[in-house]
């Protein structure tokens, strides 16, 4: 088993425990059960589907000869071109109707891969940016990093959801005369509401940090410069911020720069490297 293969699994072992666990503290034994029928439920699910699920939530609209054909006109060649040179399939293409600038690539792996970008990011950049912005999601693919990011937005999604129930069934006074063995009591409540969501995160920013870095760098590799991706990376850190996308938490670790903004304690519990990092380091390898 390789490292990157073991990192995977132990990642995904650690997500399924937080939601075994809150399980557990929030419903007792039968908590437990519901629990570990959810994650068996989503590891397949998030094999499977994890792709078709992580499109839907954008709205993403498929890109091909009939469909959209203005952008596949102008993307298809540069993706084309790309996975020629990395030796890859030629995935499905998708357009988000958001205003905001991202992409990002999801699938199970690189036969079944998909690459998504929003409306704004054909917008503000040039086909040279698209191209670094493009070899960027195809070292995600290449890396088969795609895999455990989308099967991690589905576990902390439902581990999101489970922090929620529990936050109401706080409010509402449930399991404070719960029986603490069968159904979990207040504390375990708490640890649901609030421990939960930041273990998650935590474990997202552990998948994602690292594999960005990479990602920069097949990017630079296969086109032979850095430079389309640093161009690419400013404009996007800069309209991002000015265009917000509406992105759910569970999923912000898929695309290629976080679409949320603010800094301070949340900082903490990003799921991607700062772009100033990300720029010095490919202003490194010219």
């Given at each position: 088993?390789?490292?990157?293969?073991?990192?995977?699994?132990?990642?995904?072992?650690?997500?399924?425990?937080?939601?075994?666990?809150?399980?557990?503290?929030?419903?007792?034994?039968?908590?437990?059960y519901?629990?570990?029928?959810?994650?068996?439920?989503?590891?397949?699910?998030?094999?499977?589907?994890?792709?078709?699920i992580?499109?839907?939530?954008?709205?993403?609209?498929?890109?091909?000869?009939?469909?959209?054909?203005?952008?596949?006109?102008?993307?298809?060649?540069?993706?084309?071109?790309l996975?020629?040179?990395?030796?890859?399939p030629?995935?499905?293409?998708?357009?988000?109707?958001?205003?905001?600038?991202?992409?990002?690539?999801?699938g199970?792996?690189?036969?079944?891969?998909?690459?998504?970008?929003?409306?704004?990011?054909?917008?503000?950049?040039?086909?040279?940016?698209?191209?670094?912005?493009?070899?960027?999601?195809l070292?995600?693919?290449?890396?088969?990093?795609?895999?455990?990011?989308?099967?991690?937005?589905?576990?902390?999604?439902?581990?999101?959801?489970?922090?929620?129930?529990?936050?109401?069934?706080?409010?509402?006074?449930?399991?404070?005369?719960?029986?603490?063995?069968?159904?979990?009591?207040?504390?375990?409540?708490?640890?649901?509401?609030?421990?939960?969501?930041?273990?998650?995160l935590?474990?997202?920013?552990?998948?994602?940090?690292?594999?960005?870095?990479?990602?920069?760098?097949?990017?630079?590799?296969?086109?032979?410069?850095?430079?389309?991706?640093?161009?690419?990376?400013?404009?996007?850190?800069?309209?991002?911020?000015?265009?917000?996308m509406?992105?759910?938490p569970a999923?912000?670790?898929?695309?290629?720069?976080?679409?949320?903004?603010?800094?301070?304690?949340?900082?903490?519990?990003?799921?991607?490297?700062?772009?100033?990092?990300?720029?010095?380091?490919?202003?490194?390898?010219?």
């Amino acid at each position: 088993m390789t490292t990157n293969t073991l990192k995977t699994a132990l990642l995904l072992g650690l997500l399924t425990a937080v939601l075994l666990i809150g399980g557990q503290a929030f419903g007792g034994r039968q908590g437990l059960y519901i629990a570990l029928f959810f994650a068996i439920a989503m590891n397949f699910s998030g094999y499977f589907f994890s792709d078709r699920i992580a499109l839907s939530m954008y709205s993403a609209q498929a890109v091909t000869e009939t469909d959209n054909p203005e952008v596949y006109r102008r993307v298809e060649p540069i993706v084309r071109n790309l996975t020629q040179r990395m030796g890859l399939p030629m995935p499905r293409l998708w357009l988000i109707p958001d205003d905001s600038p991202n992409a990002f690539a999801t699938g199970r792996n690189p036969s079944h891969a998909s690459v998504a970008f929003t409306a704004g990011i054909l917008r503000l950049m040039n086909d040279s940016e698209i191209e670094g912005v493009v070899a960027h999601e195809l070292g995600h693919v290449l890396h088969r990093d795609i895999l455990i990011s989308s099967v991690a937005a589905m576990i902390a999604g439902m581990i999101t959801f489970l922090a929620s129930m529990a936050r109401w069934g706080m409010i509402f006074g449930g399991g404070s005369r719960r029986d603490d063995d069968d159904r979990g009591g207040a504390l375990g409540m708490v640890f649901m509401a609030i421990l939960a969501p930041i273990a998650a995160l935590l474990i997202q920013m552990a998948i994602s940090r690292s594999r960005e870095y990479d990602a920069d760098a097949a990017s630079a590799k296969y086109i032979g410069s850095p430079y389309p991706l640093i161009n690419g990376l400013e404009k996007l850190e800069t309209w991002s911020k000015r265009i917000p996308m509406d992105a759910t938490p569970a999923t912000a670790h898929l695309f290629i720069i976080k679409p949320f903004t603010g800094g301070g304690f949340m900082r903490l519990f990003s799921t991607h490297p700062s772009t100033e990092d990300r720029i010095a380091r490919l202003q490194g390898m010219r």
